[in-house]
């Protein structure tokens, strides 16, 4: 069954740095767009980067441009977010979102989600 496990997340100071990881299984994960969304508290959940299947193209919300990078090693079937110049508006459990495609039903999977704190 398809599987994604967040880790990486934490209690970092305002201006600090944090590189998550989602290992993923159960899917061809080199065939697969996959993407970071993130849930603060009494707010909606909002993606915060994706990238390709090749690692070739990304996006990302413009709240994180220039200070997060995704990235994927497909020998790992593991996806990255680099989070850098981190703020306390950043704070949020992030979970990692692959969508998979059966005839004409997609299905959304989700990861179980990693705390990120950012606080002085």
């Known amino acids: 069954q398809v599987q994604l496990v967040e880790s990486g997340g934490g209690l970092v100071q305002p201006g600090g740095s944090l590189r998550l990881s989602c290992a993923a299984s159960?899917?061809?994960?080199?065939?697969?767009?996959m993407s970071w969304y993130r849930q603060a508290p009494g707010k909606e959940r909002e993606l915060v980067a994706a990238i390709s299947s090749s690692g070739g193209l990304a996006n990302y919300a413009d709240s994180v441009k220039g200070r997060f990078t995704i990235s994927r090693d497909n020998a790992k079937n593991t996806v990255y977010l680099q989070m850098n110049s981190l703020k306390s508006e950043d704070t949020a459990v992030y979970y990692c979102k692959v969508v998979l495609i059966t005839g004409l039903k997609s299905y959304n999977y989700w990861g179980q989600g990693t705390q990120v704190t950012v606080s002085s």
């Open positions: 159960g899917f061809t994960f080199s065939s697969t767009g």
